[in-house]
């Protein structure tokens, strides 16, 4: 069985990657601290492609493999589980 990534899952993760270490690394304490959830972070992670990942493209999605998603969910929480 082959466990290597797909050249896509790779390009999702890092994307995500970097999408954390800009828009949500420099601000995820301030908003533990205040217990602040700031809606406009969901409106730039659409932006950034990253939303809607699991989903069948027939219903508006990215049509992302499970592979794919998890990737990308386990970069965005190690900087921002919430």
Same mark, same amino acid.
């Given at each position: 069985?082959?466990? +290597? ?6 390009? /999702? =993760?890092?994307? =995500?990657?970097?999408? =954390?270490?800009?828009?949500?690394? @420099?601000?995820?304490?301030? +908003?533990?601290?205040?217990? +602040?959830?700031?809606?406009? /972070? $969901? ?5 950034? *492609?990253?939303?809607?990942? !699991?989903? @069948?493209? !027939?219903? *508006? *999605?990215?049509?992302?493999?499970? /592979? !794919?998603?998890?990737? !990308? ?5 190690? $900087?921002?589980?919430?």
């Amino acid at each position: 069985m082959d466990f +290597r990534l797909s050249e896509h899952e790779q390009q /999702v =993760a890092q994307a =995500a990657r970097d999408f =954390a270490a800009t828009h949500l690394a @420099p601000f995820a304490r301030e +908003r533990d601290e205040q217990g +602040r959830f700031d809606r406009h /972070v $969901v409106s730039e992670l659409g932006q950034a *492609g990253l939303l809607g990942g !699991a989903l @069948p493209e !027939a219903f *508006g *999605g990215r049509g992302w493999s499970k /592979v !794919a998603f998890a990737l !990308a969910m386990e970069e965005l929480g190690a $900087v921002d589980s919430s």
